[in-house]
């Protein structure tokens, strides 16, 4: 009677038609918003979803606020890390450091004893935070999660949200990484790229036929890498820019180091030859990745806004 593929989408087009596209969209995740909001004596616990790995974000946050290498401290839990994760803590929050405890799901058995070494801290100093990451299991202890922030880190929904994600944890610096004019829109194609191998995920076995854990590492590495390049092709005072390269290292080497189905990595390799060439910048003829419903154009963009 309910097809599990279908219902989902169904109740969520049912949403957006009776009420507001709004209550069906996941807002992007503000890391320095969920900083203001915790203390040294607040846990914050994400709870992760396929391809999310808040930690390159955390760390970011952590450079920004001058907390850098030596404050951030992270770790994979994992057998035979308890007493070296028990060090981390009690040392963190004496010196005020930023700890960072991936995976928490290995290690269920020693979350008990986490919560106990939580509980016991004598004043831990105010700069202190303990970010955990856990993905979604009935085992984590229900006293760590009742005083902690709790972080859902959803995929974005839609190529809209997709887009968006990305470009939210971009900045008006990162944007002028280049001064080639043609940077700002290639990183525009790049988000797209990245926006509709995600979005294939819906479409179960026929979008890939295997389940690939695309995620912002990918996105961002591909971002310094057309930087790099096009800075290259500035200094030797090439006009040509090299799409060959930037697809080989994008679609073969950074996300396609993810792809083992021989069929998936052609997808893959096909959007990226209608997407990446010189035809994006002709004058002559208008580029579309798209004209079904809507014209979806490379914008010119001139800032982050």
Not at 18 to 23: C, E, G, R, S
Request: one cysteine or more; hydrophobic letters at 40%; charged letters at 25%.
């Amino acid at each position: 009677m309910f097809r599990p593929d279908r219902c989902v989408n169904a109740i969520k087009n049912f949403i957006m038609d009776k009420m507001n596209p709004t209550y069906v969209s996941s807002p992007p995740i503000m890391y320095d918003k969920i900083y203001k909001q915790s203390t040294e004596k607040t846990p914050i616990v994400f709870i992760l979803s396929p391809g999310a790995d808040p930690q390159a974000e955390v760390q970011r946050l952590a450079d920004e606020l001058g907390y850098g290498q030596s404050k951030f401290i992270f770790a994979a839990l994992g057998q035979g890390m308890e007493s070296h994760a028990k060090a981390m803590i009690e040392r963190g929050a004496i010196r005020g450091h930023w700890i960072m405890l991936n995976n928490c799901h290995l290690l269920v058995k020693w979350l008990k004893s986490m919560e106990a070494i939580i509980e016991n801290l004598q004043k831990p100093d105010k700069n202190f935070r303990l970010w955990l990451t856990t993905e979604p299991t009935d085992e984590f202890p229900l006293g760590i999660l009742q005083k902690s922030l709790k972080v859902v880190t959803e995929p974005p929904d839609g190529l809209g949200a997709n887009l968006r994600s990305n470009y939210v944890r971009l900045t008006d610096e990162d944007l002028d990484a280049s001064e080639r004019p043609e940077f700002k829109q290639l990183i525009y194609v790049l988000s797209f790229f990245h926006a509709v191998i995600q979005e294939r995920k819906k479409y179960g076995k026929i979008g890939w036929n295997i389940k690939y854990d695309f995620n912002a590492s990918d996105f961002n590495i591909s971002f310094r890498l057309i930087a790099l390049y096009l800075n290259k092709a500035l200094d030797e005072g090439d006009e040509d820019l090299p799409w060959e390269t930037l697809r080989y290292l994008i679609g073969e080497a950074m996300y396609g180091g993810r792809v083992t189905d021989d069929f998936d990595r052609r997808v893959m390799m096909c959007y990226l030859q209608e997407y990446c060439g010189d035809f994006i910048f002709d004058s002559n003829q208008k580029f579309y990745f798209s004209r079904v419903n809507y014209d979806y154009v490379v914008p010119n963009l001139e800032n982050l806004e």
